[in-house]
Nanobody
Framework: QVQLVESGGGLVQPGGSLRLSCAAS????????MGWYRQAPTNQRELVAR???????NYADSVKGRFTISRDNAKNTVYLQMNSLKPEDTAVYYC????????????????WGQGTQVTVSS
């Protein structure tokens, strides 16, 4: 069993900042990648940022230069620093992790957190 727990969402004014955290726990042998997605009302879930085990990152064009994803491997935790927030960043933000649960199998599974609301409004 694997759990992902997000924190750090909330209400912020345009131009403000928030930092999201997501901690993975449970039956984890190796985390291959972690990422953040978001879903606004009536929209599909979209990738915001992703970081793989070697440290490479990729971002949605809409957040490049404003958001930064980072990871603490010792804590199995991924962070999303969000600066210069805009009203269009308002969404539920979901963390995910692609991981190997046991050394006895190379199968990689994707797990999701429960989501945290980010609202950007004056």
């Amino acid at each position: 069993q694997v759990q992902l727990v997000e924190s750090g969402g909330g209400l912020v004014q345009p131009g403000g900042s928030l930092r999201l955290s997501c901690a993975a726990s449970g039956s984890i042998f190796s985390i291959k990648a972690m990422g953040w997605y978001r879903q606004a009302p009536t929209n599909q879930r979209e990738l915001v940022a992703r970081i793989i085990s070697g440290g490479s990152t990729n971002y949605a064009d809409s957040v490049k230069g404003r958001f930064t994803i980072s990871r603490d491997n010792a804590k199995n935790t991924v962070y999303l620093q969000m600066n210069s927030l805009k009203p269009e960043d308002t969404a539920v933000y979901y963390c995910n992790a692609d991981l190997q649960t046991t050394e006895r199998s190379t199968a990689v599974y994707r797990y999701w957190g429960q989501g945290t609301q980010v609202t950007v409004s004056s």
